[in-house]
């Protein structure tokens, strides 16, 4: 039905930037809510950021004004841009929309901040 495929994760110093994007596919009437999620070593998977389709954002306290989401509704994906990048906050980032009142994931993508 719906799929997510999250591209964008590397290996970025300190202080540098990333952008991720997910794009979704499929049957798809609307998108109601997407957004990031990210699960570092050893720790529990957490909510890094979302945006809802009146473009409502929600961003978690670690990331605040480091971090943007937004989307693009013509192409059904949404992108992360990642600035200021710190050590702690690599993890695996995965996508989540809720796609006509269903929630998806993707697979993830791993993003490696290091000197």
């Known amino acids: 039905q719906v799929q997510l495929v999250e591209s964008g994760g590397g290996l970025v110093q300190p202080g540098g930037s990333l952008r991720l994007s997910c794009a979704a596919s499929?049957?798809?009437?609307?998108?109601?809510?997407m957004g990031w999620y990210r699960q570092a070593p050893g720790k529990q998977r957490e909510l890094v950021a979302i945006?809802?389709?009146?473009?409502?954002?929600n961003y978690a306290d670690s990331v605040k004004g480091r971090f943007t989401i937004s989307r693009d509704n013509a192409k059904n994906t949404v992108y992360l841009q990642m600035n200021s990048l710190k050590p702690e906050d690599t993890a695996v980032y995965s996508c989540?929309?809720?796609?006509?009142?269903?929630?998806?994931w993707g697979k993830g993508t791993l993003v490696t901040v290091s000197s």
């Open positions: 989540n929309a809720i796609c006509d009142f269903r929630s998806y």
């Open positions: 499929g049957t798809i009437f609307n998108i109601n809510v």
């Open positions: 945006i809802t389709s009146g473009d409502s954002t």
